[in-house]
């Protein structure tokens, strides 16, 4: 990640948008610096200068200029490679269904998002995925604020582990596996596409970073459906 898309990104997760990730600082980018240094009560120079990168790095897990763990694309598909195996094959790499699970402990509490009375402190997740989606937890932790996490929809968990098959068919969901988690389902239902999905939206590009620096896949990022859910299987 360029200097130019972290400045962007960091915008983008404070809430004032610069439309693609693309490190390309045009009229949309000046605008958001300005606007972002005015709530800030910086001086309002339209510039990435040293006291407005300090604002925002306050809340982001890699400073610019910092190096990068290796990440896929920023606004276009993520990358496929990685540790994790395809569809096909995940009952030989994970083992049959709900087996060799454990809990992750969250680093912010979440929300049932079927019943938001119930707070949720822990996940069930397949053993082999627990460190690697609790370093994307801890990522979004550090990038987004309560408040910001409440506007995305990310405090409201819809589910992890859960024996069932894939919705019309015979297979089973990744879910069954316990290597998928969904988000504000609500807000991301399966058929709804951008700009729709709440988690299309420019603000969540941080979110999806973090899972893809996992190598995580995301059925929204790829294919424009189901934004609520990130899976740790290639498709």
């Known amino acids: 990640m360029t200097f130019e898309q972290w400045l962007q990104s960091r915008l983008t997760a404070h809430g004032y948008a610069c439309g693609l990730i693309d490190g390309d600082i045009g009229d949309k980018t000046i605008a958001a610096l300005k606007a972002f240094q005015r709530g800030q009560g910086l001086p309002v120079s339209g510039k990435g200068d040293a006291a407005t990168v300090e604002a925002l790095r306050r809340s982001s897990s890699n400073g610019p200029g910092q190096p990068e763990r290796p990440a896929s694309a ?33 680093p912010f509490p979440m929300k049932l998002a079927w019943d938001k009375s119930q707070v949720v402190t822990r996940i069930t997740l397949h053993t082999k995925v627990i460190d690697s989606a609790g370093r994307a937890f801890a990522e979004i932790a550090e990038t987004y604020s309560e408040k910001e996490r409440v506007s995305l929809g990310l405090d409201l968990f819809g589910g992890s582990l859960n024996v069932r098959r894939m919705r019309g068919g015979s297979r089973y969901s990744m879910h069954a596996y316990g290597i998928a988690i969904d988000f504000d389902p609500e807000r991301n239902q399966l058929r709804w596409k951008a700009p729709k999905a709440r988690l ?27 934004f609520m859910h990130v899976q740790a299987a290639r498709l």
């Open 200 to 226: 299309s939206h420019p603000d969540a590009v941080p979110f999806w970073l973090a899972w893809e620096r996992e190598k995580w896949v995301s059925l929204g990022r790829d294919r424009d459906f189901d």
């Open 74 to 106: 920023v606004a276009g598909k993520p990358s496929l490679a990685g540790p994790w195996p395809h569809q096909n094959d995940v009952e030989r790499f994970y083992g049959p269904v709900g087996t060799s699970q454990g809990r992750l402990e969250l």
